[in-house]
RNA sequence: UGGCCCGUAGUUCAACUGGCGGAACGCCUGGUUUUGGUCCAGGAGGUUGCAGGUUCAAGUCCUGCCGGGCCAGCCA
């Protein structure tokens, strides 16, 4: 695999051949300059990861600026624990601390509220005194183009002291809104009037009571980049609709076209077996499906961030998955192959017994401890190695013994000879069984001989078990994980929550650990051999999630015998 | 139903202005290996949504169709 490709060739798609034709013909001076511009009303989560490699990378590369500006419009939703955790998933996943402080859009409520005014003395904009659902129905549909509001050719100097009421607090939520003057016929929805000011009675994290009339995602958008000197202003698909909207706002305040940013939309992220919708994610929340927003099992960065994702391997997968506006799904097995392949450099080696079985070796002297050598990264020499306490008291995975084996079954049965990796060969010779028939402890002798992992005579054994001994092993728990949903495409059918793996999480509640574990830090991810990759949790004591198993070739001949 | 966007291996993307359709992941086979991991080599997998047209030559240009997505919040 070559996923950790160094890429010194220019990533090319059709964002950066825009960026490059305005870099040559001099639009914006040269200059580029991106945002990252989030409501501040949940959490960031594997999709947002896109955007912001897109944005933040962009900027990078052509030696601009990307702000990470809080879209914060909406009083209602909003809040400042939101933000913050919002700037802490960003510094995750980015890898440093934000170059710049964060803006937000009500850092422009006064400008904004000066071109509206702007607006109204044009005859572009005026109030209309009618409730939500008689706009709405004057809105007209597809096929049918929409009816002028009575309120419509309301007089400009009528409008402003309306407009001037409105701010002060003269009405109630709902009585009015401040409207565009467009066209009422439009083939695009969007242009129907749409509304730049609501009133709401509310106060807002940032600018308190302040205010009591709020612009709209339309009225604010264009204008805050135009404010900060975005060149580019990159979005999600379904914004394309709005783009000409975008593109009006900034017309009628006359922004200069060498600072006028303009919008490109691309196709948002979207994993099999995930769902992504915010309203979808709180439900699961809400309804204690998960046990948080951070849950391991959630596509959010701090639930990734808490199953041990490195951030560099989610940005070189959205570097790899490139830019598009292909609607399109990724099997979440890639991002898990991102994963794997960073952590196979980077992750120190230790064994773990999640499923123990009681093996004892006869021939080994009585209460004798040997110090086992054991290489800590076999990818990386420079990582040392650690000294694993051996006896004749040990676990072993359950799974690796089998009394009556199946054909390709390579691991430990009666009489059969394997190795203990860092440690001998052994032949189990006895197993002793509990009163329902199951294999509760293995009688197994050693060969001395075989101390180095390889038999003098030049036998050969067929498996490596890994093991802990008994005497000096820790004792905690381990949690693996399984996809959310069953079907492919969860999002789609009318009842997600039918679609549930109610087997997402088992917990192993008497993990035996290598005594090094209790050198990890909260947060550190190690593999445990054999078993997958590992992330210690950062509340419980010896606790681990598994971040992602090993790519397993013994399960794939376990499902196709099970399929065939 | 009107408008806009999008259709290239199973999946996601490449293929400079028209010039022999490639890669990654996944899958299969073999080699190496003290992790059934990693690594290495090889393989299968395609009517470029369909039908016409222009051209010596079309994934690429034109027309029509089909399929998918988005839009009728005082959400973003």
């Known amino acids: 695999m070559n996923n950790n490709d160094t890429g010194e060739t220019q990533k090319q798609d059709f964002i950066r051949t825009l960026v490059n034709d305005d870099l040559a013909s001099q639009r914006f001076s040269g200059k580029v300059q ?22 933040f990378g962009l900027a990078s590369e052509y030696g601009g600026v990307c702000n990470l500006r809080f879209d914060d419009t909406n009083p209602t939703t909003e809040s400042e624990e939101f933000a913050d955790s919002i700037r802490k998933d960003i510094e995750w996943l ?5 170059p710049e402080e964060p803006v937000f859009a009500s850092n422009y409520f006064d400008q904004l509220y000066e071109w509206a005014e702007r607006l109204v003395e044009l005859g572009k904009a005026y109030v209309d005194d009618q409730t939500a659902e008689m706009i709405s129905t004057q809105r007209g549909s597809f096929t049918e183009p929409g009816v002028n509001s009575p309120f419509r050719e309301r007089s400009p100097e009528e409008n402003l002291v309306l407009f001037r009421e409105m701010r002060a607090g003269k009405f ?7 409207r565009a003057k467009i066209s009422m016929d439009h083939d695009n929805m969007n242009m129907r009037d749409p509304v730049l000011y609501r009133i709401r009675h509310e106060s807002h994290f940032r600018t308190a009571n302040d205010w009591v009339i709020y612009p709209t995602y339309d ?4 204008q805050s980049d135009a404010i900060e000197g975005v060149t580019h202003s990159l979005c999600t698909l379904e914004f394309d609709s709005h783009r000409p909207l975008y593109d009006w706002f900034l017309e009628q305040l006359e922004i200069p076209h060498d600072k006028r940013p303009y919008q490109t939309e691309f196709a948002r992220l979207n994993f099999t077996h995930t769902v992504l919708s915010k309203r979808l994610l709180r439900q699961l929340v809400e309804e204690s499906v998960v046990q948080g927003w951070d849950d391991p099992r959630m596509p959010t960065l701090s639930g990734q961030r808490k199953r041990g994702y490195p951030p560099s391997a989610i940005r070189a997968f959205c570097d790899h998955i490139g830019i598009a506006k292909t609607n399109s799904t990724h099997e979440v097995e890639l991002l898990e192959s991102f994963v794997r392949s960073e952590l196979n450099q980077t992750a120190d080696r230790k064994m773990a017994v999640i499923n123990p079985l009681k093996l004892t070796i006869t021939n ?12 800590n990264n076999p990818e990386d020499p420079s990582q040392g190695s650690r000294k694993v306490p051996f006896s004749g008291d040990l676990y072993i995975e359950h799974e690796d013994f089998m009394e009556d084996p199946p054909k390709k079954f390579f691991r430990l049965s009666p009489g059969r000879e394997v190795r203990l990796r860092f440690g001998y060969f052994i032949t189990c010779n006895e197993v002793i069984k509990d009163d329902d028939g199951n294999p509760v402890e293995l009688l197994c002798t050693y060969d001395p001989e075989t101390s180095g992992g390889k038999a003098p005579d030049g036998r050969k054994v067929k498996a490596t078990l890994h093991w802990v001994e ?13 996809r959310l949903f069953r079907s492919e495409h969860p999002d789609t059918s009318s ?33 445990f051999e054999r078993l997958g990759y590992f992330c ?21 001949i376990q499902k196709r015998k099970g399929t065939n």
């Not at 980015?94 to 934000?98: F, T, Y």
């Not at 109630?172 to 401040?178: H, P």
């Not at 009225?219 to 264009?222: F, L, M, Y």
């Open 219 to 222: 009225w604010a958008h264009g």
């Open 94 to 98: 980015l890898g440093h601390e934000l």
């Open 364 to 375: 080994w002297p009585k209460g004798e401890i040997e110090y086992r050598d054991a290489i």
């Open 470 to 482: 008994a005497s000096n092993c820790v004792e905690g728990s381990a949690i693996t994980y399984a």
């Open 536 to 556: 210690k949790d950062d509340t419980e004591a010896n606790l681990f999630h598994r971040t992602v198993g090993l790519r397993d070739e013994w399960a794939n």
């Open 34 to 55: 991106t945002r990252f511009p989030p409501e501040p009303n949940g959490h960031l989560h594997l999709g947002h990861a896109k955007s912001i490699c897109l944005n």
């Open 495 to 527: 009842d997600v929550f039918q679609d549930l793996n109610h087997a997402s999480l088992t917990k192993f509640s008497s993990v035996k650990f290598e005594p090094s574990i209790q050198d990890l830090l909260d947060g550190e991810v190690v593999q």
């Open 172 to 178: 109630s939520e709902g009585q009015c809104v401040l």
